[in-house]
């Protein structure tokens, strides 16, 4: 079994890891405005539609919209 430390330590690193895959990143899709690369804006928020789509942004020209997860 693992120490208390132990498991909040992982914790705690796991959490940061999550964190950081909520932040925005490039997605690799060329943005239809500009042709710069658009970014996932909340990668962890999902829009409940069919299909599932995510809200996108560029960083370039300011572009929003959405892409099919």
Do not use: T
Not at 23 to 36: D, L, M, S, Y
Not at 49 to 67: A, D, I, Q, T
């Amino acid at each position: 079994m693992k120490s208390l430390n132990e498991h909040n330590n992982l914790a705690f690193k796991n959490h940061e890891e999550l964190r950081k895959l909520n932040e925005p990143h490039p997605n690799g899709i060329k943005c239809p405005e500009c042709e710069g690369e658009l970014w996932d804006s909340n990668p962890c928020r999902v829009l409940c539609s069919h299909p599932p789509k995510l809200n996108v942004h560029c960083p370039k020209c300011n572009y929003k919209g959405y892409r099919i997860k």
